[in-house]
């Protein structure tokens, strides 16, 4: 499967993402719309739930580390987005811009380029699940 952001609704959200917790080999990570209005709240999020070595305040470091994940031993990767209609609410420019990120920079790496550019680098699976 191609790296991709999904895009479901509660009632699918339930059953999908009920298997994808439990799957072997994957590192499993849900955000809160609710809790995520700005970016530094996302930002903040997204660092402690992949356990960023540093705490990243801005978009580049956090695109740094979400192209590194060199201490995840999981080969697949799977973000949900609960609540997406808050989802950076107050920022709806970013709220585009994280979206993007992911197709433009982050599936692309993760899917070819990581072998390229990182000593013994090899592709992972990594899926966006939107919840709306």
Request: hydrophobic share 40%; net charge negative; aromatic share 16%.
């Amino acid at each position: 499967m191609k790296n991709s952001i999904i895009y479901i609704n509660q009632a699918s959200a339930d059953e999908i993402l009920s298997d994808l917790k439990n799957a072997p080999n994957t590192f499993y990570v849900e955000i809160d719309g609710r809790k995520c209005k700005v970016s530094l709240d996302y930002l903040t999020e997204m660092s402690v739930k992949f356990q960023f070595p540093i705490p990243s305040k801005g978009y580049d470091g956090y695109l740094d580390w979400i192209r590194d994940l060199t201490w995840i031993e999981e080969e697949n990767i799977v973000i949900v987005i609960n609540y997406f209609k808050d989802f950076l609410c107050d920022d709806q420019r970013d709220k585009q811009f994280v979206l993007d990120s992911f197709r433009e920079i982050v599936f692309p790496w993760w899917e070819s380029e990581v072998c390229e550019h990182m000593v013994e680098g090899k592709p992972r699976s990594f899926m966006v699940y939107v919840v709306e």
